[in-house]
């Protein structure tokens, strides 16, 4: 029975998103008009102030930002205009996308908004991680976290869909196989479709790829999420065989040995923690 009806929802989501007619999560209004703010030219702190304003969680959520480490907050910050020219646009621009995409792993069904919460909190780990190790890399750590939030967004219209289906309530199984399947393959869809920069698509579509060979044989985002993702799925150290991180040249690219990896997480691991609570 569980063959049978993976693959007619798989059959589905693929006839969907060939025809173009599957329905593709989108960034709330707050954030596109960010975005659009910022690719304009001239936009000032106050502008964009009133932009943010309109959300008083996010415009809270920001204050909050701006006044901790991950800004570099060691004077306090009172307005929200002051948090936006302490953080700068353009790392405002991701921030805000980071921020308010927790709203969108939420479900009705109460064993998908399970999924959900499981998932918003493995991408958070992996967002952490990634702006922890994106400036030893010559990355930029916005980005770094940006890309770690949306590598599994091709997980929602899988989940969205599994809602319509009552059979999967018991279902996990199914749910994890087509979630393999087609996470990537949707995720970079949907990346595309918002208008990411070609470096956080390409994170998304490589961060399943252990041969992911880099951007020009340099370190690139994908590189970041491919470890990072990796540590967060990984065993207990004492578990671990001597054959960790074979073949995944991202390591090298990023200067960092493959048996080493807990110790450069465990010297940031205060900033991991902070970035983790600032994103819930």
């Known amino acids: 029975m569980s063959e049978k009806l993976e693959k007619r929802i798989l059959d589905e989501l693929l006839q969907q998103l060939e025809s173009g007619a599957l329905i593709l999560p989108t960034l709330p209004e707050v954030a ?3 975005r659009d703010a910022v690719g304009s030219e001239n936009v000032s ?11 008083a969680a996010l415009a809270a959520r920001i204050l909050q930002i701006a006044n901790s480490a991950m800004a570099g907050g060691f004077r306090r910050v009172d307005t929200l205009e002051q948090a936006i020219s302490r953080i700068g646009s353009r790392v405002l621009c991701n921030i805000v996308t980071s921020v308010i995409m927790q ?15 499981e998932l918003w909190a493995h991408s958070a780990t992996v967002a952490a991680i990634c702006f922890s190790l994106a400036s030893s890399a010559h990355l930029a750590p916005d980005e770094a976290l940006l890309a770690g939030l949306v590598h ?15 059979e999967l309530t018991n279902s996990n199984e199914v749910i994890d196989h087509l979630l393999e399947r087609l996470h990537v393959q949707l995720g970079t869809v949907i990346l595309e479709t918002w208008r990411f920069s070609p470096e956080l698509v390409t994170a998304v579509a490589n961060h399943e790829t252990p041969t992911h ?44 040995k ?3 990896i807990n110790l450069e997480l465990d010297n940031r691991r205060e900033k991991i923690e902070a970035v983790k609570k600032l994103l819930g």
């Open 32 to 34: 596109l008009r960010v």
């Open 45 to 55: 702190a106050s502008q964009l102030a009133k932009i943010i304003s309109i959300d």
């Open 103 to 117: 709203q969108m792993f939420q479900s009705r069904s109460d064993i998908i908004n399970r999924k959900m919460r």
């Open 152 to 166: 599994d967004i091709g997980a929602l219209p899988v989940l969205k869909m599994a809602e319509e289906y009552p």
């Open 213 to 256: 060979a880099g951007t020009n044989g340099k370190a690139d985002y994908a590189d970041l999420v491919i470890i990072a993702n990796l540590q967060t799925h990984r065993a207990q150290p004492q578990d671990l065989s001597s054959g960790y991180g074979h073949g995944i040249t991202a390591f090298q690219r990023l200067g960092i």
């Open 258 to 260: 493959p048996d080493e």
